[in-house]
């Protein structure tokens, strides 16, 4: 029986987390670049005198080297600034540059405690990032029952790898925690948001006939369609699901796909309702 989780698959979510909240990278060059028109000075100012969503912005820009060098050391003094009035996205921030030792010492203890302000205000980035810690014990003792809490909690709040990891709760981490029904339901609710990792796996299932569903090939077709999994293994499995298909099967497998990236772009699910 597996004891804890998985520290790598962990590990990765956690850079994910990082990246949600510092956003993604830009081309480097000598200037803050403005804000919504503004002249750069003025972000710069109103960082200097205490706005916390520009401190926070500034901190991305010099953490992306977005119209500025890169310079982690600038993005944790921002961050730190903004993190200390209560902006939970620069907590987060703060705390997943401490956990990595990105322009500041590592320290698992104090990026947790910055990460915890956060997750407590209910964030639902900082929420899941702090459940990474309980799940891999890593700046808190290790505590599975409790980063599922926290991953459920971030999940609820739209947060989608959470979603996906509920899932591999139920799925993957061990007889204490093994319930196919209740993994299926949350790896459903992950794929139908549009985690690619999710919608393979489901595939996956419907062609094997596992966690309780028939066999089905033209919904594994479509689901590991959408999943865009491009690894010559996952695209000879792929191959090997389509070969079982009729060509009008594969074109309604098709139709399906095309179907659900009609409702993904529009922002529903499966069934009408919302994503999230």
Known sequence: MKSGIDVGTLLASATLALALACGPEAPESGEVPSEAGAPAAALVAAAEAGDAEAQLDLGNRYQDGDGVPRDPGRAAHWYEQAALQGNPAAQLAL?????????????????????????????????FGLGYAYGSGRGVEQDPDKALE????????????????????????????LDEAEGLAWLKRA????????????????????LGLPRDYVEAYRWMLLSEMNQPLQQEQLEQVGLRLTDAERAEARRRADAWRERHAQGTREDGTPEG
């Open 95 to 127: 705390g997943t540059l401490y956990f990595y030792g990105i322009g500041l010492p590592r320290d698992w203890e104090r990026g947790v405690d910055w990460v915890r302000k956060a997750a407590d205000q209910g964030y639902p980035a900082a929420q």
């Open 150 to 177: 926290l991953y459920r909690m971030a999940a609820e709040g739209g947060h989608l790898t959470a979603t996906y990891s509920v899932a591999m709760a139920y799925l993957d981490w061990g007889d204490r925690y």
């Open 191 to 210: 794929a139908d948001n549009g985690h690619r990792t999710a919608q393979w796996r489901l595939g996956i299932a419907y062609a094997e006939a596992s």
